[in-house]
């Protein structure tokens, strides 16, 4: 492995296996699929400041019930979330939401630290596409989280976890909060996981 200032080298095997596993699975709104990379050395626990990966996007009532919802899961494994302007630690978040017709393609996704995310891209705090009309159930909605540990002082990312999960859009489990719930609790299952490993969490 080696460092460098805000991404993580991985190797290209494990990248390309990640990425063809989560391009070519289905995800149904009971599950959601969740890779996560880190550096294999301990993370420390402590105070942590949720916020948005564009600073632009830090005062969004939306992002704000994002965060609330981040903060309660990020606990469970040893946080503590705060609002300080000094910790030595931020978790950086990304939300991207893909609408399509059942049977279309998903949105192309890459996978890994430093990489793009797929529509909208890391440092895009909400990514939108909206069918024209009312919601139909032959319409999917596709939710991706991303989530980014980093440590202020050298800006080194420590760890980065992603989580898409699909859902028909007339149902409750299309509701943005309910999904990104979903895919907190997830994405933090016993972690920081398997670095490089792609899961389906039921």
Same mark, same amino acid.
């Given at each position: 492995m080696l460092r460098f200032r805000g991404s993580i080298l991985l190797p290209m095997a494990a990248l390309m296996l990640a990425g063809s596993m989560v391009s070519g699975c289905a995800t149904t709104a009971t599950q959601v699929e969740v890779t996560r990379f880190h550096l294999t050395q301990p993370i420390p626990r402590g105070d942590i400041r949720i916020m948005p990966a564009d600073p632009s996007l830090n005062d969004s009532l939306e992002n704000k019930q994002y965060a609330a919802v981040i903060g309660q899961e990020i606990r469970t494994v040893g946080f503590r979330p705060t609002d300080a302007a000094n910790t030595e630690q931020?978790?950086?978040?990304?939300?991207?939401?893909?609408?399509?017709?059942?049977? #279309?393609?998903? #949105?192309?996704?890459?996978?890994?630290?430093?990489?793009?995310?797929?529509?909208?891209?890391?440092? /895009?705090? /909400?990514?939108?596409?909206?069918?024209?009309?009312?919601?139909?159930?032959?319409?999917?909605?596709?939710?991706?989280?991303?989530?980014?540990?980093?440590?202020?002082?050298?800006? /080194?990312?420590?760890w980065e976890g992603r989580a898409t999960t699909e859902a028909v859009m007339t149902t409750a489990a299309a509701d943005p909060r309910t999904a990104i719930a979903r895919m907190t609790s997830a994405i933090f299952t016993d972690f920081p996981g398997e670095s490089g490993k792609m899961i389906v969490v039921k």
């Open positions: 931020l978790l950086l978040f990304s939300v991207t939401r893909h609408v399509r017709a059942a049977g #279309a393609p998903r #949105a192309p996704v890459t996978i890994g630290i430093g990489g793009g995310t797929g529509s909208g891209g890391f440092g /895009v705090g /909400v990514g939108t596409s909206f069918p024209i009309g009312t919601p139909k159930a032959r319409e999917l909605v596709t939710y991706t989280l991303n989530l980014r540990i980093r440590r202020v002082q050298d800006n /080194v990312v420590l």
